[in-house]
């Protein structure tokens, strides 16, 4: 069965992949969103969380999935006080069968960071 990595296209080459699939399973890298596809500085708890939310649905697509697919979720956070405004941004992506999700407060690498969020999906075999 083994592994297969998964990354977006036009991507630069980093020190992980956006996403490895092993089995059923699709484990997204942790997703942040300080920085908008265009390179434009993304400010705010809200739009950060919206921006990593829609760079893990563009990692699930390139995979063959989408959120509806995503079984666990964690959310590392900066600041405890932004879990209300995280979370009301957050609900609008899964309203439905809502995934297993911890949320950790941490230190994160960069000091624009808010958010960063990461996932797994589990993918129904073709019969």
Not at 86 to 113: C, H, W
Request: proline share 5%.
């Amino acid at each position: 069965m083994g592994k297969e990595v998964i990354n977006l296209p036009d991507t630069p080459r980093l020190p992980y992949s956006s996403a490895i699939r092993a089995g059923n399973f699709i484990f997204v890298s942790g997703q942040t969103g300080s920085v908008d596809a265009e390179g434009r500085e993304v400010k705010g708890v809200e739009a950060q969380t919206r921006q990593c939310l829609e760079q893990a649905k563009q990692v699930l697509a390139v995979a063959g999935t989408s959120l509806d697919d995503v079984v666990k979720v964690t959310v590392f956070l900066r600041n405890e006080a932004d879990f209300a405004s995280m979370n009301e941004v957050y609900q609008g992506y899964f309203a439905e069968d809502k995934p297993a999700r911890s949320t950790i407060v941490v230190g994160l690498s960069e000091p624009d960071l808010l958010i960063e969020i990461e996932c797994i999906a589990y993918v129904n075999p073709v019969s």
